[in-house]
């Protein structure tokens, strides 16, 4: 290394990595090309090797052409000339037990997929972002108090554009303009990070600073968000930080000792996965992913991170038996270091991208998921309501002459609803493994599975909570999610499939036009029950307040989860008003069966539970229907 080349030896970005202070640690490690020397510089961090050396396309893959020097901090560091995107290299280490083994680029910015698994040389910088009105309005934004219909999808099996699997920039014309139509506010990708195995669907990350090669290059990716943004949607990606698979050529024993993963052996496999756990106690490990979330925030503008399997990072018995795991200092199963890192994960990137949400999907009753890291909290903004999902699915199977006997399914959510920030989410989980599609998963027959499906969508709109649906909910997929092939949008040539798409469109459009469904969705004061205790009838309803206490603003709703229609279903009411009925999940163009109330319904002085007013309406067999309630003027 000459004394020029030293010059751009990143000293201080490795304190910090090595501190456990990085937020930009791409910036210092991996490939960069560096304009003053006209090279690249490779960097990477394996402080027990022996040796390490740079091989790859430009060197024809000679071991010994392109020794890598060790630096302080553990760091290898050489410089490149004549390289242009795209090429192919590794590390070459030999670890501290002499073995020698090929590495792939932890920090890589582009890599190979599947049983190619090298990095990619990639420069950057050359991409123009068009969407500076958008990031503008999203730092101003409040995502507490505002919509959010997320559409969660698969990008490689969403839809076969031109007879194949479709690419990044393909993907985004054809997403943006039917998120658009169907009014949702997100997008949430399945893990776009590298990985190799497709089967795994993303959640066995081997590259966790690159975008999946399988859909296109970095640029091709930033295409595809900036489109999205153009037309209003965020972008909130899978992001996973609870284990990494065995790969060879990935972060296992990367220099010849545990040095991504945990140091204990028994601890640092997840036994139901066969993968390894990070070592979360590592000041360079918290680094590398902290990084790796900032890096898709700042260099790929996303709007947000889902972080995957949380609840396998917060408790050290997460799989295991009792006697196969190692208490913390305090003698408990949580994993102290694991609470730490995420929240530093979580104050890093709320503090850093305003408007940036981060949601966990955590399916225990860990306390405080979503309150902040001041209060004890673990920093993140919301969290997926599993209870809700599998109560209400578990409700929706069953013949409806059992479930007056099983109504605390539905009702149950609301004893915990505003212990935490809640997203209710139909997501992919549910729609494999033989657990059926969501239409399927209905009781009855065909038009029976229809009308079920769309009281229970909007059942769960007018719940407390922010959205979401995986790809194919939305029309009624008949089939499993299969990540091999794109979904049956053929089915749209079927009435009912297209009725119940054009119903989840109306559900969108009321959903996003009324503050009362969104403004207070983390407090009582947005929500009140108006008959909760109809198990006889399999029915309830309820009302949401609008934030703006002077704008009297109210949405009723009313469901009834029999195929029994009632002609004088009695709710309860605060004041006295008028209803009038705006969105029906029995109306004929939705494919119900038409079943109405005539013009506004009037309030009658007639108590009922803790309210002094009443009114009675016409309540369709199996569906879900929204009142404007406009109080009467004193």
């Known amino acids: 290394m000459n004394d020029r080349e030293k010059k751009f030896i990143p000293d201080e970005d490795v304190y910090l990595f090595n501190t456990g ?18 090279a690249h510089r490779f960097v990477v961090w394996a402080p027990n090797a ?31 000339e004549g ?14 037990d002499g073995h020698e083994i090929l590495k792939s680029d932890p920090f890589a ?18 991409y123009k972002w068009t969407d500076e009105s958008y990031m503008s309005r999203r730092a101003a934004r409040d ?8 559409y969660e999808l698969h990008p490689g099996s969403w839809r076969e554009l031109s007879g194949k699997k479709p690419a990044y920039r393909e993907l985004a014309d054809s997403l943006a303009v039917y998120c658009k139509h169907m009014g949702f506010t997100h997008v949430e990708l399945m893990p776009i990070t590298e990985y190799p195995y497709d ?9 966790y600073y690159a975008p999946t090669s399988r859909y296109g290059n970095p640029d ?10 153009h037309t209003g949607i965020g972008v909130i990606m899978d992001w996973v930080p609870a284990h990494f698979p065995k790969d060879e050529h990935g972060l296992a024993n990367f220099d010849g000792t545990p040095l991504f993963e945990c140091k204990e052996r028994r601890m640092a496999e997840h036994p139901e996965w066969g993968t390894l756990v990070f070592d979360y106690a590592s000041d360079q490990v918290q680094s590398f992913l902290v990084s790796s979330a900032c890096k898709f925030f700042e260099e790929y503008h996303i709007d947000g991170i889902r972080v995957d399997a949380v609840s396998s990072m917060l408790y050290l018995d997460y799989g295991r038996r009792p006697g196969e795991f190692t208490p913390n200092r305090n003698g408990g199963n949580i994993n102290l270091d694991a609470v730490a890192f995420l929240q530093k994960l979580n104050s890093t990137v709320l503090v850093n991208y305003p408007g940036a949400v981060t949601i966990a999907e955590e399916s225990t009753a860990f306390p405080k998921i979503s309150a902040p890291p001041e209060d004890g909290g673990l920093g993140f903004c919301f969290k997926w309501d599993m209870g809700f999902m599998h109560d209400t699915l578990d409700y929706m199977s069953m013949d409806p002459l059992y479930r007056s006997h099983h109504h605390d399914k539905l009702t149950f959510s609301m004893m915990y609803a505003f212990s935490e920030n809640y997203v209710l989410a139909y997501s992919h989980d549910e729609v494999v493994h033989c657990k059926k599609s969501m239409i399927d998963k209905m009781f009855g027959d065909y038009d029976q599975k229809f009308s079920s499906l769309r009281a229970l969508y909007g059942y769960q709109f007018a719940h407390p909570g922010k959205k979401l649906i995986f790809m194919g909910g939305e029309f009624g997929q008949f089939i499993e999610w299969n990540w ?15 009725q119940l798409r054009q119903y989840y469109r109306a559900l969108n459009r009321i959903y996003t036009a009324t503050p009362a469904m969104y403004g207070r969705d983390h407090g009582w004061d947005g929500f009140k029950w108006l008959n909760v205790d109809d198990r006889e009838r399999s029915s309830v309803a309820f009302m949401r307040m609008e934030p703006d206490a002077e704008k009297g603003a109210y949405l009723v709703c009313a469901c009834n989860f029999t195929p029994v229609r009632y002609d004088d279903f009695q709710i309860g009411l605060p004041m006295a008003g008028t209803l009038k009925e705006i969105l029906n999940s029995d109306d004929e163009r939705f494919g119900g069966s038409g079943v109405k109330n005539p013009g506004a319904v009037r309030t009658r002085r007639e108590p009922f539970l803790d309210m002094q007013h009443s009114a009675r309406i016409v309540l369709p067999p199996m569906s879900c229907v929204y009142y404007e309630f406009k109080p009467r003027k004193k």
């Open 199 to 207: 089967g795994s669907w993303g959640y066995q990350v081997t590259g």
């Open 143 to 150: 995502f507490m108090r505002e919509p959010m219909s997320i």
């Open 21 to 38: 202070s990085a937020r930009k640690a791409w910036l210092c490690f991996g490939c960069r090309y560096i304009p003053e020397l006209g």
């Open 109 to 126: 910015a582009w890599s190979e997929h599947g049983e190619n698994t090298a990095s990619r040389v990639w420069k950057g910088g050359s």
């Open 50 to 80: 022996q040796r390490v050396s740079l091989v790859g396309d430009f060197n024809s893959w000679d071991r010994a052409a392109t020794p890598m020097e060790c630096i302080d901090g553990g760091v290898w560091v050489c410089f490149v």
């Open 220 to 229: 091709d990716f930033k295409y595809l968000v900036d489109k999205l943004h």
């Open 484 to 498: 091999r092939q794109g979904l049956d949008w053929l089915l749209l040539d079927y009435p009912r499939h297209e």
């Open 83 to 96: 390289l242009s995107d795209g090429v192919l290299y590794k590390f070459c280490v030999t670890g501290a």
